[in-house]
DNA sequence: TTGACATATATCACATCTGACATAGATTCA
DNA sequence: TGAATCTATGTCAGATGTGATATATGTCAA
């Protein structure tokens, strides 16, 4: 599991910023990190551009606003599969969410 | 959350074989499960072209034979999160996985 | 300053996802 | 036929993600 690694970095007082911030990530876990924060930047683009705040947001995807903060923060304690449906909530299309996906990042 | 949803809809003797044999799903709802479809074939032809077991497959991944066939099926009771990381071990780069995403299903 | 609003961060009980395991079906080959 | 191999499906305890909540920080106008 990945989860657990990282998991294991936390607690060892490591932060994920960017992924820069992390050298020795095997190609598969860069990979998974850049997606994330691809996919929060998308999806903070897309909240302001819809001109709405987290919290209202929040009540439109049933989540609560501090979760938002930390999808758009790219946290590692939320799942892609919510920072993909978060995407479709505010407004994204499927092909939206493929090229937020390969966006390059930093 | 989708995934009560979801739990709501096999708790009454549903199975998600593929997109269309559902109706009323949101877009959202939709597209997700679109996207799990696509995701889960990219896979298997992945997996397939590299000419290994779903057994030998989930040793590389770190998870079990069982739940290789479920991400394979699409299974609702998988993530995305690990379908996208089965993808990357399985060679996918990350504009793979992308390009899996936007492909159309069935 | 203050107050109002937006966002960030921490914590927690509970829902969901996980690998492991067991076992059933499918397919192939002697 | 039957053994061997691969895949599908079900179950479960334990790991991880979740919304809710509280509270801190930031921003800006009065």
Known sequence: ???K???RLEAGGW???NAA???NLSPEESALVDMRVALSRSLRERRLAAGITQTTFARQL???QSRIA???AGDPSVSLDLLIRALL???ASRKDVATA???RVA
């Open 70 to 72: 930390k999808l758009e």
């Open 62 to 64: 049933g989540s609560s």
């Open 89 to 91: 909530v505010v407004g």
């Open 1 to 3: 599991m990945d989860a």
């Open 5 to 7: 690694k990282r998991k």
């Open 15 to 17: 932060k994920i910023g």
């Open 21 to 23: 911030s992390f050298i």
């Open 101 to 103: 996906l390969a966006r």
